[in-house]
C-alpha cells in the first residue's frame, strides 16, 4: 500500500516495548522524517532493566541508563519529545492500562501517522518477537483502532484530562514478515549507526553490529530492487480509514 505523502504529515508518533527498539527498526526513516520537518515522538513502554550485557551493573540502575541512552540517541535523529511508560522490562502484555497509556499518548501528541512493533511472530526472524515487542504492537493497534477516535472509551481521559478523541490516518508496522513499503536509508546509515552507539549498554559488546544492520538493511533494498550497495528499512503500511 502507498502511504501518505510525508508533506501531508505533521506529527508521528513511535510506540516500541524497549529503549531502542525504534533504532534497530527505523532510525533511518526516522532522521529522515525529522529532516523534513515532522515532528517525531517516542512513546516507550517499558524500563528495559533487562537489557545490558554487565552483570556488575545493578538492575535498579538500568532504568536510568537506558533512559539517557534512548535520549541521546533520539537526538542523532531529530528526536527530543520521548514519554517512558515504565512497565516492567520483560512482563509486558496488551493490558487494558497499557492500552489507556497509549491512548493518552495519541490523543497529547495527535499523530497523523503511527510507527509501531508487529503484533505477529516473524518466524523468519524470531528476534524480531520479543513477547514485549508483540504486546506493544498489540496494544498500541488496539489504542489506533478503535480507542483512541473514540469519545466513549476511557471517558477520564476526555472528562478529566481534556484529551479529545483523535484519528490516526496512517500506521507502519516494523518487524513484520510482510512489509509492502521501503525506505532508502543509505544516505542516513551513519545516524543510524550513530544512534545505535548511543545505547551503550546493549550495543557496545558487539564488534560486528555495523555489519549486522548494514546485511540486514542490503539484504532489505535488493528484496526491493534497489541497486546493489543500497541500505533500506521496511514497513507494512496500515490505513485506519
Not at 535520549?71 to 515504565?86: P, S, Y
Not at 512497565?87 to 501528541?109: A, C
Not at 555495523?210 to 533500506?232: C, P
Request: hydrophobic letters at 40%; charged letters at 30%; aromatic letters at 8%.
Amino acid at each position: 500500500m502507498e502511504p501518505i505523502a510525508d508533506s501531508e504529515i505533521e506529527r508521528i508518533l513511535v510506540v516500541t516495548a524497549h529503549p531502542d527498539d525504534c533504532d534497530f527498526g527505523a532510525a533511518g526513516t526516522i532522521a529522515k522524517w525529522s529532516a523534513a520537518g515532522i515532528k517525531v515522538s517516542y512513546c516507550i513502554c517499558t524500563n528495559g532493566d533487562q537489557g545490558g550485557e554487565d552483570p556488575s551493573v545493578p538492575r535498579d540502575e538500568m532504568p536510568k541508563i537506558r533512559q539517557r541512552e534512548q535520549r541521546d540517541a533520539g537526538k542523532v535523529v531529530g528526536v527530543e519529545d520521548i514519554t517512558f511508560l515504565n512497565y516492567r522490562d520483560g512482563w509486558l502484555v496488551p493490558t487494558i492500562e497499557l492500552r489507556k497509556d497509549i491512548v493518552r499518548q495519541i490523543r497529547i501528541t495527535r499523530p497523523q501517522r503511527m510507527l509501531i512493533q508487529s503484533p505477529d511472530r516473524n518466524w523468519d526472524r524470531l528476534f524480531a518477537s520479543h513477547p514485549d515487542h508483540m504486546a506493544a504492537g498489540e496494544a498500541a493497534i488496539q489504542a489506533v483502532y478503535p480507542d483512541s477516535r473514540n469519545p466513549f472509551a476511557f471517558e477520564d481521559l476526555l472528562k478529566d484530562e481534556g484529551l479529545e478523541p483523535w484519528r490516526v490516518q496512517e500506521v507502519w508496522v516494523m518487524s513484520t514478515q510482510n512489509p509492502d513499503h521501503y525506505v532508502d536509508i543509505t544516505d542516513v546509515f551513519d545516524k543510524k549507526m550513530k544512534a545505535l552507539d548511543a545505547h551503550v549498554s546493549q550495543t557496545a559488546h558487539n564488534p560486528n553490529l555495523e555489519k549486522m544492520v548494514r546485511e540486514w538493511g542490503e539484504k532489505n533494498a535488493a528484496a526491493n530492487n534497489l541497486a546493489e550497495g543500497k541500505i533500506a528499512e521496511v514497513f507494512k503500511i496500515v490505513n485506519t480509514n
